[in-house]
């Protein structure tokens, strides 16, 4: 077997990332369904307004969780067949040299698409658990007629069976993309030196030098701290100032699932850039740098773009909660007022700060553990 | 002058415990260049790894100017080889992703030597200082890095098998230049090799065999580089 399910269980974060994408998506899209089957028996403006409100709400919510959820899964997919490749270049390049195809080894990277199968799967059933509950709190308004929870095989299909196909294939034809390196270049691990170099060089200090192009080399990694810090920001934030737009369920969803994926995406990003730099952390312990100097060099790089990703995601929030106030619930006789909440804000920044030194903290105390031996067994 | 007493070194636990250092005990002179022989399985780069401070030992005393490596903590250590020590690989280990004059300014930084390019000029390679690894041939990659570790200005340069991924020509210019710089720059050397060829350059032989020191000599005329055999 090319790809082992000890590989897959490495992919925690993508079944993650795919469970928070689908709980929501199908809870919202769910009750959007059986919303529309009552639309005959609205009367009244009011309500007409409200139903409205409802579906876009349903609408913008979906979209924009899954939208966003499901392009963190494609590029944590393809970082994770990349590193894949990367770190079993030898033996792929032995099976091509005895002659196995591009497809014959490309197609086996069809079972990446499991966790996704599995997230999705977990996802959808844990919204239809929590589905009484949301239909009971919309219900309560009285606005509308009572919404019953009907279950609809296409959406199933759509969260569930689409998703674990899609992602199969696109593991599929990434892999075969990058297996076209030829086998010597393989098995010689060639391909991994693509250096991205600096256009200006710079009399900096090694310190210096080493962690700008860290954070050069790895690009993907700094995508995914400044997301990872993005969901933390926008989705605690907007949870604790939508309290007049959404109930109270519903926020505490949205900030516990700003929280994991925050969380999981974090430790994904910072154990690959700590793993990725082991020889080089090992060299600079047997050259005499100090642990804190180490760290420096490895972790500190990506700091500016974590506080970037608080920025983006707070601003982003911020849009985003205006937006559904100006135009989602604009016709409500109930004029809603959003102002941006600097007290939330500035809470929410104390405890990523804290939150983000605290995986710093981790990840120093683990580089100080590793021996220097390790770069001999090489 | 480093003092090497009664060393003992252990891997594995339980039925597999093996013993690799049985008991060295040797002196290495300030400004010696020490060749460590030995078969495969002999012990010599355990013995290179402990008294560098890269292992710690089970047992023994290795004691650079009376101070006792076996008894220091991480800090003291990590000072240790900040202050004292270089090491070359066989496998060379550069940073993939500097060049060749931000490699060599991995050690030059760590003592403020700001004078490092003129080593990358003493090994060959100022018109590469620009260059990555990835850029250069075996011999250019270890010459960068005997020039890394040169620029941290130690006091004892080990070497584990730094010819040993190299060809006869470029093992031969190699060596030629470490010697040339220990002649110029007067540090202490260590070096471990199987090519017993090698060893009619140095000035103090040792042969090591299943943990032990078996052979212990002086070399009256040391041989150049290009002077012995391969």
Redesign the interface.
Known sequence: MIVSIKDIFKMIGMLIVSFCAVIVCAMFLNYHLDLVTVENLITTELSRNFYKAQLSTARVVSGLSGGCLLLTTVVLLCFYIGHYIGTHQKQLGIMKALGYTRWGVAKHFCVFGLPILVGTALGYLSAHLLMPKLYEIQNKDGYLPDVAINFHPGLCAALVLAPTIFFALLAVIYSFVKLKTPALALIRE?SS?K???SKK?RDR???D??RK??V??KKSLVFFITFAVFCFAAMTQMSCSMDELASEMMSVMIMAIGIVLAVVILFIATTSVVKANN??IT?????????KECTSAVLNGYRPWAYFGFALGTFYQYILLKLMVTVVFKDLSDKLEYKFDVPVMLITLVVFALLYELIMFAYTKQM?KLS??E??L? | MIKINNLHKFYGNGESRTEVLKGVSLNIKDGDFVVILGASGSGKSTFLNVISGLEPADAGTVCYDDKNICEMNDTEMTLFRKDTIGYVFQQYFLLPNLNVDKNVKMGADLTKNTNYRSLIEAVGLADKKKKYPHELSGGEQQRVSIARALAKQPKVLFLDEPTGALDEATGRMVLDLICKLQKELGFTMVMVTHNQNIARMANTVISMNSGRIVEEYTNSSPQSAYEIAW
């Not at chain 1, 060299?283 to 642990?291: C, H, L």
């Open positions: 060639q030196h250096i991205v170099t060089d200090p090694f310190l030098e080493l192009s860290n050069r080399q020889k080089t060299m600079m312990k047997v050259f005499g740098y100090s642990a100080e220097v031996k770069i001999m090489d």
